[in-house]
């Protein structure tokens, strides 16, 4: 193979990834300038040229003439006058010589150790090129079609023919995947594993709620509504807080959209995680009846020393401020950045009930924390449900509960 094919195969290929000029014709000068290090142990005095448009390649080795008793005629940079007179009779002392070298002189394992380079260098230029286009769009959402389908990640492929990741992790729990499906995700992170680049997508980072809502809602993308925090239990639940600088936008009105119409792209995409879009306030006790809605609270105390935030609701409206599953309560108080206890307001017939803190004695400190989390805050409160409510809205025992149960039960007995 001659210089020729060798630069014109790599220009091609350099053109196709849109790499620039400078860059293709130094890939080219290191490689050429390992060739002749490997011969001549140094390039110190050669000079390369490269026309990568026309496949030329031109190398001159440059040394200076000195007399043939010199003592620098062993120097790499130096050939004796009689040896220099024998590539041109009338050179003499102090002059220089440019002698060209064609490729071929390099022997044909020096040229095809030189396509091998040449070959590696694309190799390690085109996964320089991956990781730089995935890195600048990091946050951003693409489209891929999935290829492969194992137990802990999706392997999808992009446009261009690469391969990207949606570990299980970054799934959202109702997701399901054929081969061939089309998904939309975000680049979650780049990374370079072993020299190769590493693309991960995710399904439920926050941001990707973000983005579908700046495809979605004309005023969000144009900056006319600012996203201000998100919160989300992937598939689950998800609040949104939004605000606008212009009075005359109603920015849950504008991300809602006529009937829905525009939140529920959204919800469809997101394999119909319930979406709670609420209007952000510096009023800290507004902002946290907001974020319990649907939930109706009667009175807010704040512990900002604490960080703990303690709200009292009528009986029927505790089950909404905690939700299914608690994601309502979950999602609220990282949302305001604030733990929310929950407290059941008392009616007249209940103020013979007795505080869960009165039974601290009896009952480990870390069990009613997690009954309060639950908005159980008295005895009566907690003995109007069953076991089987208690197993499904706590994290306690069975045995742990039952335990509860002849506590509190021995307290109205006595």
Same mark, same amino acid.
């Given at each position: 193979?001659?210089?020729?094919?060798?630069?014109?195969?790599?220009?091609?290929?350099?053109?196709?990834?849109?790499?620039?000029? @400078?860059?293709?014709?130094?890939?080219?000068?290191?490689?050429?300038?390992?060739?002749?290090?490997? *011969?001549?142990?140094?390039?110190? /005095?050669?000079?390369?040229?490269? /026309?990568?448009?026309?496949?030329?390649?031109?190398?001159?080795?440059?040394?200076?003439?000195?007399?043939?008793?010199?003592?620098?005629?062993?120097?790499?940079?130096?050939?004796?006058? =009689?040896?220099?007179?024998? $590539?041109?009779?009338?050179?003499?002392?102090?002059?220089?010589?440019?002698?060209?070298?064609?490729?071929?002189?390099?022997?044909?394992?020096?040229?095809?150790?030189?396509?091998?380079?040449?070959?590696?260098?694309?190799?390690?230029?085109? *996964?320089?090129?991956?990781?730089?286009?995935?890195?600048?769009?990091?946050?951003?959402?693409?489209?891929?079609?999935?290829?492969?389908?194992?137990?802990?990640?999706?392997?999808?492929?992009?446009?261009?023919?690469?391969?990207?990741?949606?570990?299980?992790?970054?799934?959202?729990?109702?997701?399901? &995947?054929?081969?061939? %499906?089309?998904?939309?995700? $975000?680049?979650?992170?780049?990374?370079?594993?072993?020299?190769? @680049?590493?693309?991960?997508?995710?399904?439920?980072?926050?941001?990707?709620?973000?983005?579908?809502?700046?495809?979605?809602?004309?005023?969000? &993308?144009?900056?006319?509504?600012?996203?201000?925090?998100?919160?989300?239990?992937?598939?689950?639940?998800? *609040?949104?807080?939004?605000? !606008?600088?212009?009075?005359?936008?109603?920015?849950?009105?504008?991300?809602?959209?006529?009937?829905?119409?525009?939140?529920?792209?959204?919800?469809?995409? #997101?394999?119909?995680?319930?979406?709670?879009?609420?209007?952000?306030?510096?009023?800290?006790?507004?902002?946290?009846?907001?974020? +319990? !809605? @649907?939930?109706?609270?009667?009175? $807010?105390?704040?512990?900002?020393? /604490?960080?703990?935030? =303690?709200?009292?609701?009528? @009986?029927?409206?505790?089950?909404?401020?905690?939700? *299914?599953?608690?994601?309502?309560?979950?999602?609220?108080?990282?949302?305001?950045?604030?733990?929310? %206890?929950? &407290?059941?307001? #008392?009616?007249?017939?209940?103020?013979?009930?007795?505080?869960?803190?009165?039974?601290?004695?009896?009952?480990? !400190?870390?069990?009613?924390?997690? #009954?309060?989390?639950?908005? #159980?805050?008295?005895?009566?409160?907690?003995? !109007?449900?069953?076991?089987?409510? +208690? +197993?499904?809205?706590?994290? +306690?025992?069975?045995?742990?509960?039952?335990?509860?149960?002849?506590?509190?039960?021995?307290? &109205?007995?006595?």
């Amino acid at each position: 193979m001659d210089a020729k094919v060798l630069i014109e195969s790599f220009a091609e290929f350099a053109r196709s990834k849109n790499v620039d000029r @400078p860059t293709m014709i130094r890939i080219l000068e290191d490689v050429f300038r390992a060739m002749i290090r490997k *011969k001549y142990e140094t390039d110190e /005095n050669f000079d390369v040229t490269i /026309n990568a448009d026309k496949g030329d390649l031109e190398i001159f080795r440059i040394r200076e003439i000195v007399d043939d008793n010199s003592e620098d005629i062993w120097d790499f940079d130096k050939i004796s006058l =009689s040896e220099a007179r024998n $590539i041109e009779p009338d050179f003499e002392v102090g002059e220089e010589v440019y002698e060209k070298i064609e490729l071929e002189e390099f022997g044909r394992r020096a040229v095809m150790m030189a396509r091998q380079t040449l070959i590696q260098k694309i190799k390690d230029l085109e *996964k320089d090129l991956l990781f730089n286009q995935y890195e600048e769009l990091v946050g951003e959402i693409v489209s891929a079609e999935v290829y492969q389908i194992l137990g802990r990640e999706v392997l999808l492929i992009d446009g261009e023919g690469n391969e990207l990741i949606l570990p299980k992790g970054e799934q959202i729990p109702k997701d399901r &995947f054929r081969k061939g %499906d089309t998904v939309r995700a $975000i680049v979650h992170k780049v990374e370079m594993v072993n020299g190769n @680049p590493k693309i991960i997508l995710s399904r439920t980072s926050p941001i990707f709620l973000e983005r579908l809502f700046e495809n979605e809602v004309p005023e969000v &993308f144009d900056g006319l509504i600012t996203i201000r925090k998100i919160v989300r239990e992937p598939g689950e639940r998800a *609040k949104v807080a939004v605000e !606008s600088y212009d009075d005359r936008i109603d920015p849950v009105g504008a991300c809602v959209g006529m009937k829905g119409s525009r939140i529920h792209a959204i919800v469809r995409e #997101l394999q119909n995680e319930n979406i709670d879009v609420i209007n952000y306030t510096d009023n800290l006790e507004l902002y946290v009846q907001r974020a +319990l !809605s @649907p939930a109706k609270v009667s009175s $807010i105390t704040v512990d900002k020393d /604490n960080k703990r935030i =303690s709200v009292y609701l009528k @009986p029927d409206q505790v089950s909404l401020a905690i939700g *299914k599953g608690g994601y309502n309560i979950r999602l609220a108080s990282r949302l305001v950045g604030f733990e929310i %206890d929950v &407290f059941r307001e #008392l009616s007249d017939y209940e103020e013979e009930d007795v505080d869960l803190e009165e039974f601290v004695d009896e009952i480990e !400190s870390w069990v009613i924390d997690e #009954l309060k989390k639950t908005g #159980l805050d008295t005895a009566k409160s907690v003995l !109007s449900l069953t076991k089987e409510d +208690l +197993l499904r809205r706590t994290e +306690l025992e069975e045995e742990t509960i039952d335990e509860v149960f002849k506590i509190l039960k021995q307290e &109205f007995e006595q």
